[in-house]
């Protein structure tokens, strides 16, 4: 056995243990991300995971599994490991293995775009518009592989020769669903890479999908949600992203379809409705995104006019918030309105993308505006 095999397999003999993510990452910090070495000292775990290893240590179809993995390219990259997104570190619930298919994963900042398995045509064009001008000006895209909106995402970045990257809820040597199969097959191609937690050969199943949605929420500095129903499971990886801190930025659908109703209550919780994709490129920005071929100082778009329909007494809030959040009682003092009439005019604004509000009601200036 080589040395790369041997790397592979004893990654996928740790992470077919289901080792809990905490037990791994204090592996790695004790041990470094070297899983010869730590398989090595298996004897030392505690009682269940070391059974479970043993188990897996035991399996004869361990080896065939991996030989297969490794003569499709795949990788084991672990924290600590260069090619280890940077983004995932600080979080202790984030894997502390991957398996990679493909390219090196992107060190830029990425965007991510989720959203229905079913979508209409309204939600297909608005997913590609808006992912379209994420990747053309230099974001990589991070989606599910799932169909719908997530495929239509994928194929937005290699149309603007964009790498993106599918985090997979099965093994990275699985097509699922199949009908993206010659989907993969391009990303992988054009330098994009498939990404998965769970070892190859493992079979997709219902509980991995939202333990995949926290790992495209985390590695993301923004998560654009586009015709998400009321059950989607593109909602899990929008709240994944508010627990972390990332930007949430929802794209509103028509009210008589329903299949919206999930962006809209994600909206009512204070996440950032966008109606155009300047706004959202311009949000990404503001959070720590670079343009293409760029690695700092980031260079917004060109701010756009204030809209000319403003009342006076919207003009006048805009001009009184900054970049800064701060809470609503603070932004109608330094207007000089009533709460009341604040409020209808921040809620304008909210509508209309010029302002935001965060949870706590707190709110500040949408990047993008003339001030």
């Known amino acids: 056995m080589t040395e790369t095999f041997e790397h592979l397999l004893a990654s996928q003999l740790l992470a077919r243990a289901r080792l809990s993510v905490p037990l791994l990452r204090e592996l790695v910090a004790c041990h470094g991300p070297d899983p010869v070495r730590i398989l090595e000292l298996r004897e030392q775990l505690p009682p269940r995971p070391r059974e479970r290893l043993l188990a897996a240590v035991g399996d004869p179809n361990e080896p065939d599994i991996a030989q297969r993995a490794a003569s499709l390219g795949i990788r084991a990259v672990w924290l600590g490991d260069p090619e280890y997104p940077e983004a995932l570190g600080p979080y202790d619930d984030a894997p502390a293995l991957l398996f990679v298919r493909g390219g090196v994963l992107p060190r830029r900042p990425c965007v991510a775009v989720v959203g229905s398995r079913r979508p209409t045509s309204y939600g297909v064009e608005q997913a590609d518009r808006f992912a379209r001008r994420f ?57 994009g890479a498939l990404a998965s937690e769970f070892p190859p050969g493992t079979k997709p199943e219902p509980w991995h999908f939202p333990a995949r949605n ?158």
């Open 135 to 191: 990747a053309g000006n230099g974001f990589p895209i991070v989606s599910g592989g799932a169909a719908g909106i997530d495929a239509v995402a994928h194929q937005a970045a290699l149309e603007c020769g964009q790498p993106t990257v599918a985090i997979l809820g099965c093994g990275p040597d699985i097509a699922y669903p199949a009908s993206n199969r010659a989907l993969f097959q391009k990303v992988i191609a054009a330098g």
């Open 214 to 371: 926290r790992i495209i929420a985390a590695w993301c500095i923004a998560t654009l949600v586009v015709e998400a129903p009321e059950h989607s499971g593109a909602l899990i990886t929008a709240r994944n992203a508010a627990e972390y801190g990332r930007e949430v930025l929802v794209v509103p659908g028509p009210v008589d379809t329903g299949r919206s109703r999930g962006c809209h209550r994600l909206i009512l919780d204070g996440a950032t409705l966008v109606d155009h994709p300047d706004d959202a490129f311009a949000c990404a920005l503001g959070h720590g995104g670079t343009q293409a071929g760029h690695d700092s100082s980031p260079t917004a778009p060109d701010p756009r006019p204030l809209p000319a329909n403003l009342s006076a007494d919207e003009v006048l809030l805009f001009h009184s918030a900054g970049e800064l959040l701060v809470p609503f009682e603070d932004l109608a003092n330094r207007a000089g309105l009533r709460p009341e009439e604040a409020a209808v005019s921040a809620t304008l604004l909210e509508l209309k993308g010029l302002l935001r509000r965060e949870p706590g009601n707190r709110w500040s200036r949408q990047p993008g505006w003339a001030a």
